[in-house]
């Protein structure tokens, strides 16, 4: 049973630049979430996809955006690359919503800003 | 707005020994409350999670204690191994009111000692 993929693992990028990282969610899971975590920092949300379409934001400018495709799978696009957006970028899925749903996280993808 | 405060940032602890991390939080309509595992260069992983209609849950050497009053929770690990080590966040979620956002601690470097 394959977990959360995430692809690439590594990325280094100009600041300026565009990045699109991809997300895989955990088989039979239909819901994707998008976390940042810097450096010795928790994961802060960005964004939630439920039905491909975004169902909730956190606060992130919109130069942060995202798809989910109809097999459920995710894109999270950064435009305009921040030094500051230096993190690492994480994929969470889980099944439906509501109370009882567990979020499962992928290895996440390094993105470093030069 | 920090919404979950998590204590203390670093622990170091014999092996054999009780590890025991705390988190606060605000929000009451937090209704969801999970603790991630995190190895260095791996995502989080879904340690345990409670619901605020029990004020203890545990799962082999984990346990996690709920004071509702208080707005408070914390996570016990029990015969501390040196694979334990790892970074641990609290998380927190509104489930009840459609909210899957996970508001994360800061997180806990825990390092067992033999």
């Known amino acids: 049973d394959a977990g959360v993929t995430q692809s690439p693992t590594h990325l280094i990028k100009t600041r300026g630049q565009q990045v699109t990282l991809r997300c895989s969610p955990k088989?039979?899971?239909?819901?994707v979430s998008w976390y940042q975590q810097a450096l010795g920092q928790g994961p802060q949300f960005i964004f939630q996809y439920y039905e491909e379409e975004e169902r909730q934001r956190g606060n992130f400018p919109d130069r942060f955006s995202g798809h989910q495709f109809p097999n459920y799978s995710s894109e999270l696009n950064v435009n305009a690359l921040l030094l500051g957006d230096s993190a690492l970028y994480l994929c969470?899925?889980?099944?439906?919503?509501?109370?009882?749903?567990?979020?499962?996280f992928g290895q996440g993808t390094r993105l470093t800003v030069v | 707005q920090q919404q979950v405060k998590q204590s203390p940032q670093s622990l170091i602890v014999q092996k054999g020994g009780i590890s025991i991390i705390n988190c606060a939080y605000e929000?009451?309509?937090?209704?969801?409350f999970p603790w991630y595992q995190q190895f260095p260069g791996k995502g989080p992983a879904l340690l345990i999670a409670?619901?605020?209609?029990?004020s203890e849950k545990k799962e082999g050497r984990f346990t996690i204690s709920f004071n509702k009053s208080a707005k408070q929770f914390s996570l016990h690990i029990m015969d501390s191994q040196p694979g334990d080590s790892a970074t641990y966040f609290c998380a927190a979620s509104a489930r009840r009111q459609g909210n899957e956002k996970l508001t994360f601690g800061t997180g806990t470097r825990l390092t067992i000692i033999p």
């Open positions: 969470a899925s889980s099944l439906g919503l509501g109370l009882n749903t567990e979020a499962f």
């Open positions: 929000n009451t309509a937090f209704d969801y």
């Open positions: 088989s039979g899971h239909d819901t």
């Open positions: 409670i619901r605020p209609d029990v």
